[in-house]
């Protein structure tokens, strides 16, 4: 009886719920309606142009399956990977993007955080620095190669200005031809190209540092050197944790200049894993080779982000 008389009274305090209550909730259901909304095209994208794709990329690399074929695909097993593997190419590859990661992580991150530093001021003009530095990111890749293949010709701009500075004395290598010189050629364009990009999250996390810091450090008489060792850097880390990252998923997937600039040589000196994939797939029309170099590459990239997020996780 006590029960029946709890439920009623709960039924009728319901009944009494305001009316402002339920036009809340009504609110509510609709703003949650609208979100999935504007949501839904996002994941259908999402779907379309990376689920899908990665799924057929698996299912093919276990196949033996060309661009234009006059025969079905067929079932071969693990044919495609140990080919990849025997395959000298691939292994030149690896290589040179282990040696373009390796270089261009530090030295771009570098390069980015001091710009970082000298216009994260409030003096005159420093306004048309930042989009000075910027303005490289904001030009297609396909450009900036471009320009810098013109530059780096053996009667270029480089070597135009290396026989002037010495007086004719010293005549520049053909940069882009030379297997010692390529890939450091691609590395400093790369460098020039991205780093205003990284510059701005930089930027962002010096600029959530509180100012409260640097006053008291100003009032020891603390160095310019220890403000930045003991209060800056520290502050930067989930920003250096994410420049990190982002730097060498760039690196790992190193394409447009090595397709524009050097098509993979000289004698593979500059092909990467990903420019070896497109070539197996659209070149070669070989899509099922293409697919298992593109599994591989995926695998490659999941570890190195997790070794990388194990190195930079939190410390207890």
């Given at each position: 009886?006590?029960?029946?008389?709890?439920?009623?009274?709960?039924?009728?305090?319901?009944?009494?719920?305001?009316?402002?209550?339920?036009?809340?909730?009504?609110?509510?259901?609709?703003?949650?309606?609208?979100?999935?909304?504007?949501?839904?095209?996002?994941?259908?994208?999402?779907?379309?142009?990376?689920?899908?794709p990665a799924l057929l990329a698996f299912g093919l690399a276990f196949t033996n399956?060309?661009?234009?074929?006059?025969?079905?695909?067929?079932?071969?097993?693990?044919?495609?990977?140990?080919?990849?593997?025997?395959?000298?190419?691939?292994?030149?590859?690896?290589?040179?993007?282990?040696?373009?990661?390796?270089?261009?992580?530090?030295?771009?991150?570098?390069?980015?955080?001091?710009?970082?530093?000298?216009?994260?001021?409030?003096?005159?003009?420093?306004?048309?620095?930042?989009?000075?530095?910027?303005?490289?990111?904001?030009?297609?890749?396909?450009?900036?190669?471009?320009l810098w293949l013109f530059i780096y010709r053996q009667d270029g701009l480089l070597?135009?200005?290396?026989?002037?500075?010495?007086?004719?004395?010293?005549?520049?290598?053909?940069?882009?031809?030379?297997?010692?010189?390529?890939?450091?050629?691609?590395?400093?364009?790369?460098?020039?190209?991205?780093?205003?990009?990284?510059?701005?999250?930089?930027?962002?996390?010096?600029?959530?540092?509180?100012?409260?810091?640097?006053?008291?450090?100003?009032?020891?008489?603390?160095?310019?050197?220890?403000?930045?060792?003991?209060?800056?850097?520290?502050?930067?880390?989930?920003?250096?944790?994410?420049?990190?990252?982002?730097?060498?998923?760039?690196?790992?997937?190193?394409?447009?200049?090595?397709?524009?600039?050097?098509?993979?040589g000289p004698l593979d000196s500059t092909s990467t894993i990903v420019f070896q994939?497109?070539?197996?797939?659209?070149?070669?029309?070989?899509?099922?080779?293409?697919?298992?170099?593109?599994?591989?590459?995926?695998?490659?990239?999941?570890?190195?982000?997790?070794?990388?997020?194990?190195?930079?996780?939190?410390?207890?």
């Amino acid at each position: 009886m006590a029960v029946n008389q709890s439920l009623d009274r709960v039924a009728v305090r319901q009944q009494r719920k305001p009316a402002s209550a339920r036009r809340s909730g009504a609110v509510r259901r609709r703003e949650q309606a609208l979100g999935w909304a504007m949501l839904a095209p996002a994941v259908l994208l999402l779907i379309l142009f990376v689920v899908v794709p990665a799924l057929l990329a698996f299912g093919l690399a276990f196949t033996n399956a060309r661009l234009l074929a006059p025969y079905a695909p067929s079932f071969v097993g693990m044919d495609n990977f140990v080919r990849l593997f025997q395959d000298e190419t691939f292994w030149h590859s690896l290589l040179n993007v282990a040696y373009f990661a390796v270089v261009v992580v530090p030295l771009q991150s570098g390069v980015a955080l001091g710009m970082a530093l000298l216009i994260n001021v409030k003096v005159r003009g420093v306004n048309f620095f930042r989009t000075l530095y910027f303005l490289p990111v904001v030009t297609s890749m396909v450009v900036v190669s471009l320009l810098w293949l013109f530059i780096y010709r053996q009667d270029g701009l480089l070597n135009e200005i290396i026989a002037r500075v010495t007086f004719g004395l010293v005549h520049g290598p053909d940069w882009l031809n030379n297997t010692s010189t390529a890939m450091p050629a691609i590395i400093l364009m790369s460098v020039w190209q991205a780093a205003g990009f990284h510059m701005i999250i930089w930027l962002s996390g010096l600029q959530t540092i509180p100012a409260d810091l640097y006053e008291a450090a100003a009032i020891d008489g603390v160095s310019g050197w220890q403000r930045f060792r003991f209060i800056t850097w520290p502050s930067l880390r989930p920003t250096r944790n994410l420049i990190l990252v982002t730097i060498t998923i760039q690196a790992l997937s190193l394409f447009t200049q090595i397709n524009v600039m050097t098509q993979g040589g000289p004698l593979d000196s500059t092909s990467t894993i990903v420019f070896q994939a497109v070539r197996a797939g659209f070149q070669q029309q070989e899509t099922s080779y293409a697919s298992a170099i593109s599994l591989v590459f995926f695998v490659l990239v999941l570890i190195v982000s997790g070794v990388q997020r194990y190195l930079t996780r939190e410390k207890s």
